[in-house]
């Protein structure tokens, strides 16, 4: 099995919000992570600051439980940043929840971190040998440690040599006692965009956030760019030459929310429901019923039953009051979880021919159970499964929690191996060229989870190459 690259704790998935001169700057945080949620449900903190010394509220579990009135005044001040985290098995700590703060030789400091530094075990190991203790397995820490350890007196040329060290992906805010900055990687692979509300600026990994809170969206933080926000208004840094943009596709496919417009705007609801009908020019097949695989699916199975003609129906009811199952970090749990999350509807579905839609197929556990019930519990008739992505090769080293190459099924099987295992009577993907086509730009985007194409290099690469070659 590849080991590489091994970082210490993958930063996935996770939600990051930042607001700067408003008196309800911690209430508005606790918003902006409640609606970016499903970014992280592992654990979630906010840090404040009054303009004099920074405050810190963290803890394991969901933002609602764990922030009341009582702890969000706890949070005074006119700044603060917010933080979702996701995590992998074995990672689940309370120090590894965001922010993280760090007083150094220039004051204090907080960061929250969305993405992966692909390089985060070198950094530390050097890091380590020079006398830094670390607190947590974070590999966001290591950028705490480069800004205290970099030299000079002036904070950003602090934070430009420090971005300039790290590489991967990186969404990131950090909060001094008088500040808040925004920071993109040279890629801009996962989104981060800015808005203001009643004159204090925010910045959110999605603007379903801005939504919440009444903000209105401004733009992107454009990747490669350190957007400084004080008394002094906006400043922005270029510090990156523009290289190649690498906005993750999967963002668009699955993660992000379909009320947020990411990536310059392009709405995530619309783009499924593009892929949903692309899926359907691709493949016709007669059959009674649409229904996606809740929630995920949605958008997609209503643009497949628009160009196909065939009736959309909730087919299966999904329980919302539980958290999304693949999340949930015990192998038990997330065999059980897809039956505790989801029942079939037996009386719309008995005897009936189905499309069943969904975004896509990591491991094959999920829609191998879906099948099942839909046979065994809902009577249908036939199953002809269609997912509204590419088949899922290659592993993500950027932030989006996937599992080893061996452990996904498209990797390791054809799809009439998958079909089978799964047990549909068809199944298809949407092609490679189908989804490029519908994204705008799509040059823009990564697809290495389509592809093996890895726009940002990682130790270990070639090895990963290597195998994507002879498997
Ligand atoms: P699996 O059972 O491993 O094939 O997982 C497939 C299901 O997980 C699909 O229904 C997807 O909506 C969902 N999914 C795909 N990628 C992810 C991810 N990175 N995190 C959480 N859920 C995912």
New binding site residues.
Partial sequence: MLKYPMVYDIHE?CGIFGIYGHPEAANLTYLGLYALQHRGQEGAGICSSDGRQLFLEKSMGLVADIFNEKRLRRLPGYIAIGHNRYSTAGSSALKNVQPIVANFALGSLAIAHNGNLVTAIDLRTSLEAEGAIFQSSSDSEVIVHLIAHSKGDDFYERVTHTIKQISGSFSLLILREKELIAIRDPFGVRPLSLGVKDGAYVVASETCAFDLIGATYIRDIEPGEVLIINENGLKSLKIFNSQRKAFCI?ELI??SRPDSNIFGGLNVNEMRKEFGRQLAREFHIEADLVIP?PD??VPAAIGYSEVSHIPFDFGLIRNHYIG?T??EPRENIRHFGVKIKLNPVKKLLEGKRLIVI??????????KKIVKMLKEGGGAKEIHLKISSPPNISPCYYG????TRREL?ASTHLIEEIRKYVTADSLSYLSLEGLKKIVPNSHNFCTACFDGDYPISFPGEHLNQMEFLFR
């Fill in positions: 998935e999967f699955y993660f695989v995920s699916g999304r693949f999340i969904d975004d896509s197929i990591v491991r094959g556990t999920t829609s989006i929690d996937t599992p099924i």
